[in-house]
């Protein structure tokens, strides 16, 4: 019974909002890598892009919500999320042709496009700023539970209660159908295979026929895909902030190195050993102990290793060590 | 002189500006601009060594902003004893526990090279070490930040002159830089950026939330300072008497005693902070004045010709024999130096330290949009760089504000676009600079003023 209580304690309050911070952070991280991959820069815009994508899903929502068309049970942004992602595609292809394209022809080296996507960055922030404001806005509606603590409890008849969110939910679920549509895209179908090539060996994909502008453009869809669903499903289950998007990009740009940056699986996983790290190392063990260990040797003190002052410094030492070590990431990625 | 030309002009549209800010607004606000435009001028030139003469990008600016300014607290701030004696033994000790972790980590390194296990040992001293440091320190922080938690609650500093801590600041951020520079120069560009940008955002955090280091995010308020404060400059009898003299000509068209002497008060009121803003901006203009010297010695130097013959060919200068992880690493520590000394200005300039503002956005991005924009690889251009956006970012959202009004001046006073727009005013500053950095990047890639190389002919 007290070994029951301490494990659902600890998937309570740590595994499964880790799962469900992990899959966030594994979609921003795909789009990440994937860029990277591709088209060889490391995008410091993409948390804003995250943003601009979850903006237009707001809005929708909020529209949607005043002529009175919902899901019922299910949040009204899962209806809009098909529409932020095609104005999220629309802005990206407009960026890359009015900005990437050119440093793409002239095959600038990559920190030039780097420093280019900080412009980017500029621009985007400016944008939303304008349209939506920098306040902090719930977009969440529908039933917020699927299992309540107290139901739990009456369930089970153990001390303590599990709580699962319905925005954890849908994140775990949407994150997988969309992982899994993309790892299949890019492993089975033709375009999947020349993209993966062409960001092998840009000069060998030329040579065998691979149209690089299509390429590109395949990319940058699939990038709109995965930035407007990790943005909305973060959004959904936190709330959107302008800000905390920009903030966000840091431990997405950890995932995404952590595990092996150009590698989409890596960075998959890398969202998950990101989250999984910031909670463990934050999260205050006294409870758990209290519940295993025999009544002299409980602890006083929190039995934390880190206050949760320090979530975000937890995944960047994680991304120092990975890079002492292991600089190629976890899980082989690109050359460095 | 033909050759110093674009700078000569560049520089005189710049001081116009401020001039005509100073003319419209008030001279204050021009003081306040200028302070600070010579402040992101020096950041601007550590930022550009890096880059500019190396060719290494560090998106870590913030973290040894935020450096320089903690030193200015633990250099100038009057100790505190109390705190002391009642944790400063537990911090001193958690302080001998860190060497040590740091000495047994770098002897295992040395003494067991082909040992299997070795990085696990070295994470599992680490481990420990960091849970024995929080039982040592805990009660120690604890019994710190209770003594008088509204007021101080920390160490405390030394109590030295302030001016002294502008080296300390540069100390710090060159220490901090050398053991950056040996975890992550070895990393292509953009690795290092993002490894820079995280790490200066974990020293942050750091900052941030160690209370007894320097109240975190409570701030400290009320720093010494290297020159007079108005309140006593408002009472001296000398510094009343030349605003008066300064003044003459337009007391004199006043006839009643009581107002002449209303006015001659607002006037010493204004003519003191403006006084103050004056003394900041000379200390700034030296440091500037020093600074250029020489990093211009500096750049034209043979050390300056090898740099940029690593920064344009790695290899062909490595293979001539010249030291590239050395030299790259050097030249981190001397950037992040001057971007140290810059943070230390800057809290200076302020009074205050406020270790909640360090947001990658405004000490980081803009910083380097600054080096992009000015010229990279030139002096002059990074400190009109520097000048040049500063002014932009404070005067975006007046200009913004103006710029709707005009383009809206048709609409109706409550139109939902219009008020919307006016609302959101000083984000079009966002926009400002980010365009601004897109066009000078396509357009002017080397920036406002390009780096000049004499190419003799032999």
Known sequence: ?336 | MRKYLNIITAYSIMMILIILVGIFQSWSIALSILNYCLISAVMTMGANIQWGYAGLINFGIMGYTALGGLAVVLVSVAPVPEAWSAGGFNMIMSLILILGIVLVVKYILKKYKSLKYRNYLIALVIVFGIILIRIVASPGIEAIESVNPAKTGFLGGLGMPILFSWIVGGLFAAGLAFLIGKIALGLRADYLAIATLLIAEIVVSIIKHEDWLARGVKNVIGLKRPVPYEINLQTSPWFINLVEKLNQGKLNLISSVSEKKDILNQLVIDASSVYVKLCMTGLFLTVVIILLILTQKALYSPWGRKMRAIRDNEEAAGAMGKNVVKEHLLIFILGSAIVGLAGAMMVTNDGLFTPGSYRPMRYTFVIWVMVIVGGTGNNFGAILGGFAVWFLWVEAGPIALFLINFFTAHLDEANALKVHLIESAPYFRFLMIGVGLLVIMRYRPKGLIPEKINTKKI
């Open chain 1, 1 to 336: 019974m007290e070994l029951l209580n301490a494990l659902v304690l600890l998937l309570n309050y740590t595994i499964v909002p880790a799962i469900t911070y992990g899959s966030q952070l594994a979609l921003g991280a795909i789009f990440v890598t994937l860029v990277y991959g591709v088209l060889r820069f490391a995008n410091f815009a993409t948390g804003d892009m995250m943003s601009f994508g979850t903006m237009f899903a707001v809005l929708l929502t909020y529209y949607f919500q005043s002529v009175g068309i919902g899901l019922g049970i299910l949040p009204t942004a899962l209806l809009t999320i098909p529409f932020a992602i095609i104005a999220m595609i629309l802005y990206m292809l407009f960026i890359d042709n009015f900005v990437f394209k050119y440093y793409r022809v002239k095959k600038s080296a990559p920190v030039q496009l780097a420093m280019v996507s900080v412009g980017v960055m500029f621009v985007t922030q400016a944008i939303i700023r304008i349209i939506i404001g920098p306040f902090d806005r719930r977009f969440l509606d529908g039933e917020k539970f699927i299992l309540k603590a107290s139901e739990f409890k009456e369930m089970t008849g153990l001390n303590e209660g599990l709580t699962i969110k319905s925005t954890q939910a849908i994140t775990v679920v949407v994150t997988i159908i969309l992982v899994s549509i993309l790892f299949w895209f890019l492993n089975k179908t033709k375009t999947g295979t020349s993209m993966r090539a062409y960001s092998d060996n840009e000069d060998l994909a030329l040579l065998s026929g691979i149209d690089p502008k299509r390429v590109v453009m395949i990319t940058w869809i699939i990038a709109g895909f995965l930035a407007t669903v990790g943005g909305v499903l973060y959004g959904l289950d936190k709330s959107y902030k302008p800000f905390v998007y920009f903030n966000n990009m840091l431990p997405i740009f950890a995932a995404a190195i952590v595990g092996g940056i150009g590698n989409p699986f890596g960075a998959f996983l890398g969202g998950y050993v990101i989250a999984f790290a910031e909670i463990f190392v934050t999260y205050a063990y006294k409870k758990f102990f209290t519940y295993l260990l025999p009544e002299s040797l409980e602890p006083d003190s929190l039995v934390q290793l880190l206050s949760t002052d320090y979530k975000f410094a937890v995944s960047f030492s994680i991304l120092v060590i990975v890079l002492l070590f292991r600089p190629s990431g976890i899980f082989e990625g690109k050359k460095i």
